[in-house]
């Protein structure tokens, strides 16, 4: 398994979560760490990301101010902090790996096992 991803589960609107995601083998090489999710019925949307060098993040506009990336390059690490959850964030969470920074889905060559987050009302 190359990437890791744990963390999810059922929390309150307005409540917080952190999902974990360790990296390893080719899915460390690379130079982005991310996060994507899926909701039932709708296509998986970009979340997050980080690079490994320097630590320069980029979020979706939906979750900016909420969430917030980090990593830990010796523990081969990212999380990602979801605080003030919503319910339209209820959805299964993936860490991913890339070489680019950006919000397409082909850009990411590693995908991690998916974590679900669930946000009731």
């Known amino acids: 398994v190359q990437l890791q991803a744990s963390g999810g589960g059922l929390v309150q609107a307005g409540g917080f979560l952190r999902l974990s995601c360790v990296a390893s083998?080719?899915?460390?090489?690379?130079?982005?760490m991310g996060w994507f999710r899926q909701a039932p019925g709708k296509e998986r949307d970009f979340v997050a990301a980080?690079?490994?060098?320097?630590?320069?993040?980029r979020y979706h506009d939906s979750v900016e101010g909420r969430f917030t990336i980090s990593r830990d390059n010796a523990k081969n690490t990212v999380w990602l902090q979801m605080d003030n959850l919503k319910p339209e964030d209820t959805a299964v969470y993936y860490c991913v790996s890339g070489g680019y920074m950006r919000s397409d889905r082909g850009t990411y060559d590693f995908w991690g096992q998916g974590t679900q987050v669930t946000v009731s009302s």
């Open positions: 980080i690079r490994w060098i320097g630590g320069r993040t």
């Open positions: 083998g080719r899915a460390r090489t690379n130079d982005v």
